[in-house]
């Protein structure tokens, strides 16, 4: 037989797959979300994220001495406001007596080398359930990016790291870096979810935050999937607003933008492995239809394959764990 092309010669032995594999996951690039409740000692087990929980601030803590020694150094902190919190203002978002600036100091304090990366959106905190303030059934924008920015400040005054718009209102990353440095913070950064779609894959994230609208759907804000020169725009317009890091958010049916905008994006590139990606993954393993830890690794790679620098995964420990060949 006359085969003079044999690619398989490249896949003959794990060492030589070694040689030539194309892509690297270290778990220096993930990113750990993690849901925070009020109280003390308190673990709540997220009913449709099966392995997660929401934690009191003490627990939390205690949980991130073991996640760092898996090497996890970076984390994305989700308080859950109660229900009787909520108000339409959103205020408690700007609360300093809040749950978000008594998490982020204890976990400063316990852990003062780790990454804190805290959400801005009024979601979790609005009566509404809606990321930006609501009049009439609409969503307004430019109302939404002053709080925004006031909450921008206020999180990094209770020392976070990172802060992170995911609320997909126009102008909202200059506008938080322009309070950020008026107001002394040249060194908070901004990771801008820059390409964040209307996706059907956020219902755990909802259901761990009690967040999901209580009327309409976040079409006006968030992206429609079927679009992605749009995701261009929307990135494009967020660096040259100041974003320190663009992310896509979902991630796994999105890997075509991740691999457009890392083509052209003069800053890292994240990828959000959401919620529901995570739950379906559980589902179909506990279901005996396919192995957990390698489609895990198989779902990391594919983002960097795609091109993602950062992942933000709630498999960060299993992806851990597995890479350094403990599991
Ligand atoms: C809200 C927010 C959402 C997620 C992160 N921040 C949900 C939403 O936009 O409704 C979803 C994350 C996930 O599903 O894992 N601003």
Redesign the pocket.
């Known amino acids: 037989m006359k085969q003079l092309q044999r690619p398989r010669r490249n896949r003959k032995n794990a060492g030589v797959r070694e040689l030539v594999a194309e892509t690297h996951l270290n778990t220096a690039q993930l990113i750990y ?1 993690v849901f925070v409740c009020e109280g003390s000692n308190v673990e709540s087990p997220i009913k449709t ?1 099966a392995g997660q929980s929401r934690w009191s601030p003490d627990l939390l803590s205690k949980q991130i001495a073991k996640w760092k020694k898996l090497g996890i150094s970076h984390y994305a902190l ?1 308080p859950q406001v109660p229900e009787n919190k909520k108000t339409p203002d959103a205020r408690e978002a700007l609360n300093d007596n809040g749950l978000l600036p008594q998490v982020i100091k204890r976990l400063k304090d316990d852990h003062p080398e780790i990454n804190l990366f805290t ?6 905190y609005s009566s509404d ?1 809606h ?1 930006g303030l609501v009049k009439d059934g609409e969503i307004l924008n430019d109302e939404t990016v002053s709080v925004l920015a006031e909450m921008a400040v206020k999180q990094a005054e209770w020392g976070t790291d990172w802060v ?1 718009p ?3 209102m126009d102008g909202r990353v200059g506008a938080i870096r322009k309070a950020l440095d008026s107001a002394g913070y040249t060194k908070t950064s901004i990771l801008a ?1 820059s390409a ?1 779609y ?2 059907s ?6 259901d ?2 009690q ?3 209580k009327a309409g759907d ?1 079409k006006t804000y ?1 992206m429609d999937p079927r679009n992605s020169r749009e995701a261009l725009r929307e990135v494009k317009l967020d660096i040259a607003e100041g974003a320190d890091m663009v992310m896509v ?2 991630g796994l049916p999105y890997l075509d933008i991740i691999a457009k905008i890392k083509s052209f994006s003069s800053v890292p590139v994240a990828a ?7 739950a379906m993954i559980k589902a179909a393993s506990a279901a005996g239809a396919l192995n957990e830890d390698r489609a895990i690794l198989e779902t990391a790679y594919a983002f960097r394959r795609a091109g993602a620098d950062v992942i ?1 995964t ?1 498999f960060a420990p299993d992806i851990a764990r597995l890479l350094s060949g403990e599991l």
């Open positions: 979300p994220l989700f959400d801005i959106a009024l979601d979790p359930g990321d992170a995911s609320d997909m979810y964040k209307a996706s894959f956020y219902g755990p994230f909802r761990a935050l967040s999901a609208p976040k968030q958010k979902p959000y492995n959401v919620s529901g990606e995570y933000l709630y």
